[in-house]
């Protein structure tokens, strides 16, 4: 064209004359201008300028808003666009949002060794079991509550000097007890809305009942041979008073950990410890030895009384033998006196002279003085010297 000189403006000098300086469009070649560009040195294309830039990712935000994009053309400061608008997508999108965070609010997952309790508009809908359940919120609330875990609570353990544990006995002796309950929860509702602080009152009846139990007994069977006993009536109390206050809570056991006098006096108690066990062990000796004693008394007796009555049978036999031989004796001699008589004799000298030495002389021998002796075989003798050798 001849009225243009050359460049890729199409505006390079002027024209007719004139001083304004522009080109055939209206628009400064050389000029900076707002979300213009500029001309590089040796005629290449334009750079773009930082507000151009901005703003240009703002109206692509706009379009992403649901608004509409910048003015065209110039861009200038009176082309801005509108606010943002709400369109379909958008509040399809927002609703899915508001349902994903419903969901993720109202979804719940109980583990195992847990329970949850649900609530109505803060009043008790229903205890859960493990596994995923749906609480819809905001109407329906839930807690989580560990149900097989054992809890302890330890009472009168506080070291020496602690008072924590310090009893009174039923024959008013003071006694330093230590002790511990193990429990568990077995309804979490009525856990967590009828005991406002479950561990306190847990503690509380626990020490309320063990001093009961212990003003009720004697201080030597509390050190010695009762606390088996003391810590199985020591639970049933326990479990009997929470059961009237609907606590939901269990005692699994009781642990009776310790039962002394207070340190104070504790080595003069030891000492009388000692003596009464020393005391009771010398009344165990005596009483042995004195059933020892005793039995062989008895026995002795007995043996006596049988000796006795043996001695006694025997006379009597031997009374009733010689009753019955002398009556019939005298039924033989009855019949034959002379016979009888004799033979009587010579039994009773065989009786006299059985065990004797004798010599037997016979005065009808020679010599006339009766010195004659008579020959004897002693054959009594021959088997004694027989038997000897």
Known sequence: MAGQSGGPWGGGGNSGGGSGGRNGGGERPGGNRPGGGRRPEGGGPPIPEIEELMKKGQDQLRVLMGGRGGGGGGGGAGGGSGGPQLTRGTVIIGLLVVVGLWLFASFYTVKPEERAVELFLGEYHRTTGPGPHLAPWPLVTYEKVVVTSERNEDIGVGGRGSEQGLMLTGD???????????????????????????????????????????????????????RGAIASRLEDL????LDSYDSGVQVVRVNFDK???????????????????????????????????????????????????????????????EASRFSAVLGEYRKAPEVTRKRLYLEAMEDVLGDMDKIILDENQTGGGGSGVVPYLPLNELRKNSGGQ
């Open 172 to 226: 008013e002796n003071i006694v330093d007890i230590d002790f511990q309950v193990v429990w568990n929860i077995s309804d979490p509702s009525k856990y967590l809305f009828n005991l406002r602080d479950p561990r306190m009152t847990i503690r509380a009846v626990s020490e309320s009942a063990m001093r009961e139990i212990i003003a009720q007994s004697q201080l030597a069977p509390i050190l010695n041979r009762d």
């Open 238 to 241: 326990i479990q009997s008073t």
């Open 259 to 321: 039962a002394d006098p207070p340190h104070q006096v504790i080595d003069a108690f030891r000492e009388v410890q000692a003596a009464e066990q020393k005391r009771d062990r010398l009344e165990k000796e005596a009483d042995a030895y004195a059933a020892r004693v005793l039995a062989q008394a008895r026995g002795e007796a007995a043996q006596t009384l049988e000796e006795a009555e043996g001695y006694r049978a025997q006379v009597v036999n031997e009374a009733e033998g």
